[in-house]
């Protein structure tokens, strides 16, 4: 390979490495907004601590059987019939998804 070549290669993979970096801010932060979004909006029915309330505990223990599936797409559609709100307009299903398996870990917002 020319020294041309070798260079505009090193250029593509400096440029990917940054879109990367800067990819991974991003998901950091909307982490972070999605981690205030669980204790605030969901907090406000599930209980702060997310033990309870006029929504049942999130706690991993409870959430167990459930697979992170199943947990997503009530988080995206709802509980018909019950005051859980469908969160499709404000969520990604990867949003979802991510939420999904911090409960399941067992986070505390």
């Known amino acids: 390979m020319t020294r041309i070549g070798l260079t505009v290669l090193a250029a593509i993979a400096l440029a990917a490495c940054h879109t990367a970096s800067a990819h991974a801010e991003l998901a950091y932060a909307r982490q972070a907004e999605l981690l205030y979004l669980l204790k605030h909006d969901c907090g406000s029915c599930h209980g702060m601590r997310l033990e309870g309330g006029l929504g049942p505990p999130l706690t991993a223990q409870r959430l167990r059987p459930l697979?992170?599936?199943?947990?997503?797409?009530?988080?995206?559609?709802?509980?018909?019939?019950?005051?859980?709100?469908?969160?499709?307009?404000?969520?990604?299903?990867?949003?979802?998804?991510?939420l999904a398996s911090q409960l399941k870990q067992g986070v505390r917002p």
């Open 67 to 98: 697979s992170t599936e199943t947990l997503s797409m009530t988080i995206l559609h709802g509980r018909p019939g019950t005051p859980m709100p469908p969160w499709r307009p404000f969520l990604s299903r990867e949003e979802a998804m991510w």
